[in-house]
């Protein structure tokens, strides 16, 4: 469904991709209607194939939410593709499931929509369940230098590059977790780019959106809890398997964004992937050679071994 400007019933359509999330998202739509006054909105659920009770508790507690059933986990951006189609809102607000909202926050950024003609997207300032300051935004939509060092698995820190405590302003990049966006922007981009299964999504659709002439911006009035990691049950981006999701779209991404980059990056992960498997199949530690497997096929683009799924 493409739905036309005369055809659109709210201000906002609330779209949050749920998969086996259930009582983070049930806090996160009680806070939504809880906080949200002062703007006609919508709320979509698309559940990717949960296999907890989550679209039923939706549904009974839930009834004005419209709930969207995959039959297969379609990932972030595919989900929130599908779920577009069927919203009428003026603004799409993308929403973690893992998040509590402290206060209107949607109609906080909706109205810096209407007023900001120059902004296409933009996002709150979000906080932990303690409410200290929590990663919001990035000041640049590319790092070159943090994706080498995710690469070579070297720290790497921006801090005091990812919380606003001033006044709004343009930024790289705004966390997946909370987005806002014009419907007529997102349309013009092109939605979420689907090579994308979960991570990279943001600063692609930030790039893509800068490059059409538009700005992001941070808007620290909106005011959002996140719990980092709760939507997708991983603590960090080396958890196996969401390592291999994540080195795939790095590589995605910077072959899209950062052509000069994307072969270096791919060299630094097939050499010490190469290596790794070398050595452990050498000390036939079956273990560490198949996520080294793995890690390699990832690398490689190839779809996994069966030994592989292991």
Same mark, same amino acid.
């Given at each position: 469904?493409?739905?036309?400007?005369?055809?659109?019933?709210?201000?906002?359509?609330?779209?949050?991709?749920?998969?086996?999330?259930?009582?983070?998202?049930?806090?996160?739509?009680?806070?939504?209607?809880?906080?949200?006054?002062?703007?006609?909105?919508?709320?979509?659920?698309?559940?990717?194939?949960?296999?907890?009770?989550?679209?039923?508790?939706?549904?009974?507690?839930?009834?004005?939410?419209?709930?969207?059933?995959?039959?297969?986990?379609?990932?972030?951006?595919?989900?929130?593709?599908?779920?577009?189609?069927?919203?009428?809102?003026?603004?799409?607000?993308?929403?973690? @499931?893992?998040?509590?909202?402290?206060?209107?926050?949607?109609?906080?950024?909706?109205?810096?929509?209407?007023?900001?003609?120059?902004?296409?997207?933009?996002?709150?300032? /979000?906080?932990?369940?303690?409410?200290? @300051?929590?990663?919001?935004?990035?000041?640049?939509?590319?790092?070159?230098?943090?994706?080498?060092?995710?690469?070579?698995?070297?720290?790497?820190?921006?801090?005091?590059?990812?919380?606003?405590?001033?006044?709004?302003?343009?930024?790289?990049?705004?966390?997946?977790?909370?987005?806002?966006?014009?419907?007529?922007?997102?349309?013009?981009?092109?939605?979420?780019?689907?090579?994308?299964?979960?991570?990279?999504?943001?600063?692609?659709?930030?790039?893509?959106?800068?490059?059409?002439?538009?700005?992001?911006?941070?808007?620290?009035?909106?005011?959002?809890?996140?719990?980092?990691?709760?939507?997708?049950?991983?603590?960090?981006?080396?958890?196996? @398997?969401?390592?291999?999701?994540?080195?795939?779209?790095?590589?995605?991404?910077?072959?899209?964004?950062?052509?000069? /980059?994307? @072969?270096?990056?791919?060299?630094?992960?097939?050499?010490?992937?190469?290596?790794?498997?070398?050595?452990?199949? /050498?000390?036939?530690?079956?273990?560490?050679?198949?996520?080294?497997?793995?890690?390699?096929?990832?690398?490689?683009?190839?779809?996994?071994?069966?030994?592989?799924?292991?």
């Amino acid at each position: 469904m493409n739905n036309t400007c005369s055809s659109l019933l709210y201000t906002v359509s609330v779209i949050i991709v749920n998969y086996n999330t259930r009582d983070y998202l049930d806090n996160c739509l009680r806070s939504l209607f809880a906080c949200t006054k002062g703007v006609l909105f919508e709320v979509i659920v698309i559940d990717n194939a949960s296999s907890d009770d989550s679209v039923r508790m939706v549904k009974d507690s839930y009834p004005s939410v419209t709930v969207i059933e995959s039959d297969r986990n379609l990932g972030f951006g595919a989900a929130n593709n599908r779920a577009f189609d069927e919203a009428k809102g003026k603004y799409i607000f993308f929403l973690n @499931p893992d998040t509590v909202l402290l206060n209107d926050a949607v109609s906080i950024l909706a109205t810096y929509l209407d007023t900001t003609p120059s902004v296409a997207l933009c996002g709150g300032n /979000l906080y932990t369940p303690d409410e200290h @300051p929590n990663g919001s935004y990035s000041l640049f939509t590319h790092s070159v230098l943090r994706e080498i060092c995710i690469a070579l698995n070297i720290p790497y820190s921006d801090k005091g590059e990812y919380f606003n405590t001033g006044h709004s302003k343009p930024v790289g990049t705004i966390c997946g977790a909370d987005m806002m966006i014009k419907r007529t922007v997102f349309e013009k981009v092109g939605r979420f780019n689907e090579i994308f299964f979960m991570y990279y999504e943001e600063p692609d659709l930030c790039s893509r959106i800068k490059k059409a002439g538009f700005a992001v911006h941070s808007v620290p009035e909106a005011r959002i809890i996140h719990f980092e990691g709760g939507a997708t049950h991983l603590n960090t981006v080396f958890d196996k @398997p969401s390592k291999f999701f994540f080195i795939s779209s790095q590589l995605a991404y910077s072959k899209l964004h950062l052509k000069l /980059l994307y @072969p270096v990056l791919w060299a630094i992960h097939f050499g010490k992937s190469a290596l790794a498997y070398s050595v452990y199949s /050498l000390k036939k530690n079956q273990r560490r050679k198949v996520y080294w497997l793995n890690y390699l096929f990832t690398v490689c683009g190839k779809p996994l071994p069966a030994c592989a799924s292991k």
